[in-house]
């Protein structure tokens, strides 16, 4: 049984359109920072959540993505739009496959659709925690974002700690909502990463789902990273309020 918990949350904007940011693994509700004014700029009431073990919300020690979506489902509002990013894009499909009309358009942002190699991906989300890692160190290793990003994500991944990180992985062996993707009924705006720079929705794959359901419209983000909302700012907003208005 998925027991809800409060997230807290943060928002922007006073429109009597609700929209939903939900951010990855090892980030927080502050890293939507441009995103959300932006939103509010385009007329919605916009909240961003810092899921389970992240942010200012509460750790209960259970990471699986059921539990993620059962905490979302449990907000009180009807959302006109919902966007969901890496581990945040996997739970919100996980709550489309509970409730169809949860949302009445989703965008999902390069997301965790299936999780194929479970020791790599703990490495990968925990690559950058520890006591030496610095503000400066995420942002040379991230060159084209904003330095608030590298600043945000740097007392993200340090809120949620090793543990979070690594259990959201853990808890979630054979991974993979493809499928329920393929049966989205909701008009579904999917957006993959740059070819060169890992994404988790290869071309082939995004192109696949689209292909199968008509509801999907696919694009690939140019230069964009697996985080495209931070380093190809402009371009994701074009995509995400062309979808939207």
Same mark, same amino acid.
């Given at each position: 049984?998925?027991?809800?918990?409060?997230?807290?949350?943060?928002? *922007?904007?006073?429109?009597?359109?609700?929209?939903?940011?939900?951010?990855?693994?090892?980030?927080?509700?502050?890293?939507?920072? =441009?995103?959300?004014?932006?939103?509010?700029?385009?007329?919605?009431?916009?909240?961003?959540?810092?899921?389970?073990?992240?942010?200012?919300?509460?750790?209960?020690?259970?990471?699986?993505?059921?539990?993620?979506?059962?905490?979302?489902? &449990?907000?009180?509002?009807?959302?006109?739009?919902?966007?969901?990013?890496?581990?945040?894009?996997? &739970?919100?499909?996980?709550?489309?496959?509970? =409730?169809?009309? *949860?949302?009445?358009?989703?965008?999902?942002?390069?997301?965790?659709?299936? $999780?194929? !190699?479970?020791?790599? &991906?703990?490495?990968?989300?925990?690559?950058?925690?520890?006591? /030496?890692?610095?503000?400066? /160190?995420?942002?040379?290793?991230?060159?084209? *974002?904003?330095?608030?990003?590298?600043?945000?994500?740097?007392?993200?991944?340090?809120?949620?700690?090793?543990?979070?990180?690594?259990?959201?992985?853990?808890?979630?062996?054979?991974?993979?909502?493809?499928?329920?993707?393929?049966?989205?009924?909701?008009?579904? $705006?999917? $957006?993959?990463?740059?070819? !060169?720079?890992?994404?988790?929705?290869?071309?082939?794959?995004?192109?696949?789902?689209?292909?199968?359901?008509?509801?999907?419209?696919?694009?690939?983000?140019?230069?964009?990273?697996?985080?495209?909302? =931070?380093?190809?700012?402009?371009?994701?907003? /074009? =995509?995400?309020?062309?979808?939207?208005?």
């Amino acid at each position: 049984m998925n027991t809800p918990i409060v997230l807290n949350r943060t928002e *922007w904007g006073s429109g009597d359109r609700w929209f939903l940011i939900v951010h990855g693994l090892g980030s927080n509700a502050a890293g939507w920072w =441009r995103v959300g004014p932006a939103l509010a700029d385009a007329g919605f009431h916009v909240m961003a959540v810092d899921l389970r073990g992240h942010g200012e919300s509460d750790s209960p020690g259970d990471y699986r993505v059921h539990a993620y979506a059962a905490d979302l489902m &449990a907000l009180e509002h009807e959302w006109d739009v919902v966007l969901g990013h890496s581990l945040g894009g996997a &739970a919100v499909v996980q709550a489309m496959t509970e =409730r169809a009309d *949860w949302t009445r358009r989703l965008i999902l942002e390069d997301p965790m659709l299936i $999780l194929l !190699d479970q020791e790599a &991906a703990a490495e990968y989300v925990t690559a950058d925690l520890g006591p /030496d890692v610095t503000v400066e /160190d995420v942002a040379a290793a991230n060159p084209t *974002w904003h330095v608030e990003d590298a600043r945000i994500k740097h007392e993200a991944q340090a809120q949620a700690g090793r543990e979070v990180l690594e259990n959201s992985i853990a808890h979630n062996p054979g991974w993979n909502v493809v499928g329920a993707v393929a049966a989205l009924e909701v008009p579904t $705006l999917l $957006l993959g990463a740059d070819p !060169d720079l890992g994404p988790l929705v290869p071309p082939a794959l995004g192109s696949s789902l689209a292909g199968m359901n008509p509801n999907i419209e696919f694009h690939t983000v140019a230069n964009g990273s697996h985080s495209m909302h =931070r380093d190809e700012f402009d371009e994701f907003m /074009d =995509r995400v309020l062309e979808f939207v208005t």
